[in-house]
Structures are given as C-alpha cells and as structure tokens.
C-alpha cells in the first residue's frame, strides 16, 4: 500500500482551516468527476464539465469544504472553450484534465475508419483538434495538466503520448476496504485489477506518479466480456477514471507537491551555484 502524501490521513491538516478552498481544479469530458475526487476530499473547488450534465448546474458539497460543480458543456464548441477560460482567468487553477471523446480515435475502431471516413473525410482531424483545444486552454491557464485517450491515432495527428499506464498499476492507491467499486462493481474489477493501455498527453511540469501495481484479473476487463454494444452507459462505464490513479495523480500533483517542486527547483538554481567550497 502505498503512503499517502498531503491532506489525506493528515490529521494535523485535517484540524486546520482548509487552505484550498480558493484553488480550483477542472476535468473536461468528465461525466462521473471520479478524477476529481480526491481533490474535492482535498478541500479544492473543482468543475467537471460534459455534454450530458443537464442544463441545470449542481454541487456536491464535501465536509472537507471542497466541491464538485457539474457543468454542461458542449465541448466540440471552441467558443465553449473560450468562456471556460474567461471564467478561470486570473484564479488559482492548480490542476487541469481532459478525457476526450475517443470514438473516432481509438485504434480499437480502427474497423470503422474506412466508413466514418466516406462520410467525412476530417472526421479524425476534427477529434484531434478536440483534444488540441483542451491542452491549449491548460497552457493559458498556466497549470499542470494531462489529456487522457486509449492507444490511438491522436499519437499520429498530433504528437506522441508522454506516457502510458494500466489501471492495475495504480490499484495500490485504493484502501482495501474501498476496493469495490462504489458505482459500478459488477462491472470494474476491485482495487482497479484489470489492464487497458491508457495513454496521456502532459504539460505545465505534470509529474507522472509512482506506480502501486495490483495482481490484474486474467484475461479481458469485466467491462469488455460484460458490457456490449455502444450505449452510453457502455461507453461511460468502460472510459470511467481508475480510481486508483486519480489517487495516485493527487498525491504527485497536489499543491504542496508543486510547492516543494519549486522550492527545490529555486534551491538548485540559487543556492547550489554560489556555494562556498
């Protein structure tokens, strides 16, 4: 099991006045704000915005005083974007994420290609593009942040992936008494115990956590040999977070993380060279 850093199981912390509550954190193409989770249990304000929140936006309050705020968002509009950024700018925002839709890029509908192609010739080139506005608002919004998507051609359209990692590699992270999948365990395997190459876009000085593997399940996922067809609880069962590594991605990430970054960053930059000898 792998030792938490931060404000989890920190009592000390815990007693003290939440420090985060004017830092926020956004998700985009997030339906179940899982990846947000253990920064709202943090204290941080976080958004979580998808085409399926209904028109209505609602708040789930945590005791910790953080927040996740559901948002509908239609996200393959640029100028949704651009109202994102306008309502962030100028605050604390200290992580950003995005699970873009991977229909038309996974390299496991490589089968349809050929068909969606013959109907638009940029289908692929659009999706691509989707997934290019997102890291261009993190950039703007000047913070750590990933774009996440299966093995596919975005590694062709736009650059290749800076790392890759199975949801098993990450299980560690999941207390024991929580490894049952809160929403969803008939079909998502406890402790995140099953393989999916994922693959994320980084920038912002993203740093990519220490992994905590688990004993996968043998074979194909639950989600694959359970579920079928392409509805969309299909598709938001089999693209949900692994828990374990949102956990794992608080833990490297968090303010204080950056924090400690920096100062070692400034130490190394500073002092190492004007010492005496």
């Not at 404000?7 to 947000?36: F, P, R």
């Not at 997934?131 to 299966?150: G, S, T």
């Not at 989600?223 to 828990?243: D, E, F, V």
Request: charged residues 20%.
């Amino acid at each position: 099991m792998t030792t938490f850093f931060g404000y989890k199981n920190n009592s000390m912390e815990d007693a003290m006045t939440n420090h985060n509550q004017d830092k926020y954190v956004i998700s985009l193409y997030d339906y179940t704000g899982e990846a947000l989770k253990p920064w709202a249990m943090a204290g941080y304000q976080c958004l979580a915005y998808d085409i399926q929140h209904d028109g209505t936006a609602y708040e789930d309050y945590l005791s910790s005083g953080g927040s996740i705020k559901y948002l509908h968002a239609d996200l393959h509009n640029i100028g949704t974007l651009d109202d994102i950024y306008n309502s962030m700018s100028g605050k604390n925002v200290t992580f950003a994420m995005a699970f873009c839709v991977c229909t038309d890029l996974a390299v496991s509908g490589a089968g349809w290609f050929a068909k969606k192609r013959e109907a638009d010739p940029l289908f692929q080139r659009k999706a691509a593009n989707y997934a290019i506005w997102c890291a261009e608002l993190f950039q703007a919004l000047d913070c750590p942040w990933f774009i996440e998507n299966p093995v596919s051609v975005l590694s062709t359209l736009w650059r290749k992936p800076d790392y890759s990692f199975h949801p098993f590699e990450y299980g560690g992270y999941i207390e024991p008494d929580e490894a049952e999948h809160p929403k969803w365990p008939e079909y998502i395997a406890p402790m995140d115990a099953y393989t999916k190459k994922t693959c994320l876009w980084t920038g912002g000085d993203f740093t990519m956590p220490a992994i905590s593997p688990v004993e996968p399940e043998a074979g194909y996922s639950r989600q694959h040999r359970k579920l079928g067809g392409r509805s969309m609880k299909t598709k938001n069962i089999r693209s949900a977070t692994p828990r374990g590594f949102a956990q794992a991605v608080f833990n490297a990430n968090n303010s204080t993380m950056q924090d400690l970054r920096y100062s070692k960053r400034l130490y190394e930059a500073c002092v190492i060279p004007n010492r005496i000898t």
